[in-house]
T-cell receptor
């Protein structure tokens, strides 16, 4: 399957907790991007990894971090969670670091209570 | 200068009609303009994209019109169908530090009435 996959689909947790979101890029894609989608902010770029290394940073909070592993899957770690972190988190992938087309996964819906 | 302004926020069109969504940008360094379609509970899916060296691109019922001098681009959906009901996002991409950053518009929720 060449689609971008994300787990879990839904996550409910309490304020102050830490969660890890996982993304597997399309087969052959080396870049992974993380986005946050909330009702009032639209799609916001968080961070990009290319072949295991951080490539670009967007509006990512210091409480958030990410990494890309040798098998190219990526994890987004969110800590000290606040109510305002409730959102959809999308992962996208592309072939290279400087490739136009990005392909999105189905997202993880995070609810912080 | 990094913003992409999208309008309208929502749109209702009769089946068979033309849906038009507009986006405007300021940064002339943007060099790739994709449109994404998102159904509820799904991730955005790349629909069609254009580069600033052409004024129009058509794929099936979907057309992007691009006006470089006005710094505007729009998505036209011809013969709109109920299955087109979704949220549409425009985006602009700029190359920086060896990668491409996407700036997304705020989205347009399209409803096509049967």
């Amino acid at each position: 399957d060449s689609a971008v996959t994300q787990t879990p689909k839904h996550l409910i947790t309490a304020t102050g907790q830490r969660v890890t979101l996982r993304c597997s890029p399309r087969s052959g894609d080396l870049s992974v991007y993380w986005y946050q989608q909330s009702l009032d902010q639209g799609l916001q770029f968080l961070i990009q990894y290319y072949n295991g290394e951080e490539r670009a940073k967007g509006n990512i909070l210091e409480r958030f971090s990410a990494q890309q592993f040798p098998d190219l899957h990526s994890e987004l770690n969110l800590s000290s969670l606040e109510l305002g972190d409730s959102a959809l988190y999308f992962c996208a992938s592309s072939v290279g670091a400087g490739t136009y087309e990005q392909y999105f996964g189905p997202g993880t819906r995070l609810t912080v209570t | 200068q990094q913003q992409v302004k999208q309008s309208p926020q929502s749109l209702i069109v009769q089946k068979g009609g033309i849906s038009i969504i507009n986006c405007a940008y300021e940064n002339t360094a943007f060099d790739y303009f994709p449109w994404y379609q998102q159904f509820p509970g799904k991730g955005p899916a790349l629909l069609i994209a254009i580069r600033p060296d052409v004024s129009e691109k058509k794929e099936g019922r979907f057309t992007i019109s691009f006006n470089k001098s006005a710094k505007q681009f729009s998505l036209h959906i011809m013969d709109s169908q109920p299955g087109d009901s979704a949220t549409y996002f425009c985006a602009a991409s700029v190359r920086a530090s060896g990668t491409y950053k996407y700036i997304f518009g705020t989205g347009t929720r399209l409803k096509v009435l049967a």
